[in-house]
């Protein structure tokens, strides 16, 4: 997948802020005649802005014009869709927040969400023109129909395609956690890197690989399906019946089966996460071999990827978190003893960033649409 040099250059700016041509052609590696060619119709649009004297170029002697974005050119608005419930944000060009809203869905029939999720967003947008919409969504997603979802119990949804029909606007719809994804490329522990890899640790484990701001989907939508990888041979089992795969050691939900049956303990996550705070005994082996799991992804990621950095959120960060000096002890050792370092980042997860994630991937889309002022014409997706 290819990322337009247009969308690199609104992704530059709208993610690090202004920068003169010279920046941009440096930290871009575009000539300065293609930079300034690519400019002219942003600029006409009205989505970027040179800002006079902003960031003076003394090298040259004279001021380099600095641009940056019109962060109230356009809005748009994301959602994160659960199994009882939606959150939505209107954000600006900036990742601004400029509204929230929260509701709830009485049940997951497809009728019922969509209705929801429609009225959710005109009022979210307060009526005013956007320029999309990104829905989040658990499970496997492909060209704007949710294929299979375990969350909202639904298979072959066109759920973009309805909602575009009902609001008429652009509406993307992606995997929650390649959402995720692309909000820390945007405006999160992402930001900065031209590539990283977010590996997702909660009641389900995912990964997601993100190249000059842009989600790598795979050639079947499949790409970073990471939670059934074999760790060890032997060891926990998972739902699907594999003994010793990622998800059977460090999701939350294998977890908390493991410490039931194996030692009759009955608790919630946080309530583990409190108990290995203050040093769990004797079944502290579960929280060690998970943080050991998690620390042969983030080793494996690294080892086929060689990124920027690597992303591990989701609630199982702040077993990681406690942990810490194991966990990046352990990535040290797996990896190759040549490698060049690479930055491990834990960032905690939070529904709002799910929804910006969501909002960022129809973002995304509206600055790949910006190809040389051509016209694209949007499907739903
Ligand atoms: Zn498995």
Not at 88 to 97: E, R, Y
Not at 132 to 160: E, P, T, Y
Request: proline residues 3%.
């Amino acid at each position: 997948m290819s990322t337009s040099k247009t969308s690199r250059i609104l992704h530059r700016l709208i993610a690090m802020g202004p920068a003169t041509r010279g920046q941009l052609g440096t930290e871009l590696g575009m000539s300065s005649a293609t930079i300034t060619r690519l400019l002219t119709p942003l600029i006409r649009l009205g989505v970027v802005q040179i800002l006079e004297g902003f960031n003076e170029d003394y090298t040259i002697g004279k001021p380099a014009y600095s641009l940056a974005i019109v962060s109230s050119f356009t809005a748009f608005v994301g959602v994160k869709v659960t199994d009882d419930a939606a959150f939505a944000v209107l954000v600006d060009l900036n990742g601004t927040i400029l509204r929230k809203s929260q509701v709830r869905l009485p049940n997951d029939a497809e009728d019922v969400v969509i209705d929801i999720l429609a009225r959710q967003i005109r009022d979210v947008s307060m009526q005013c023109a956007i320029a999309g919409v990104g829905i989040g969504v658990g499970g496997k997603v492909m060209d704007g129909h949710v294929v299979a979802s375990g969350i909202l119990r639904w298979n072959a949804v066109d759920l973009g395609g309805r909602l575009q029909e009902a609001l008429d606007v652009p509406v993307t719809v992606s995997n929650d956690v390649n959402a995720f994804a692309q909000a820390a490329a945007w405006w999160g522990a992402g930001r900065g890197a031209d590539s990283f890899v977010l590996i997702s640790i909660g009641s389900g484990i995912g990964a997601c690989i993100v190249q000059g701001g842009s989600v790598m989907p795979g050639e079947h939508g499949s790409a970073g399906m990471i939670g059934h990888l074999p760790i060890t041979k032997d060891g926990p089992i998972c739902e699907s019946g594999h003994v010793g795969c990622a998800r059977a050691y460090a999701s939350s939900t294998c977890i908390l089966r493991n410490l039931r049956e194996r030692y009759g303990i009955d608790e919630g996550y946080d309530d583990f996460i409190d108990r290995a705070k203050r040093g769990l005994e004797p079944e502290s082996g579960i929280a060690d071999s998970a943080v050991d799991a998690v620390a042969h992804l983030v080793s494996a990621a690294i080892a086929f990827i060689d990124p920027d950095a690597i992303v591990v959120s989701g609630d199982g960060v702040r077993l990681l978190e406690v942990f810490e000096d194991e966990f990046r002890g352990q990535v040290k050792a797996y990896r190759h003893w040549n490698g060049a370092p690479v930055e491990v980042k834990l960032q905690e997860m939070q529904f709002t960033f799910w929804a910006e994630g969501a909002a960022a991937a129809s973002m995304e889309r509206w600055t790949q649409s910006k190809i040389d002022g051509k016209n694209v014409t949007y499907a739903a997706g």
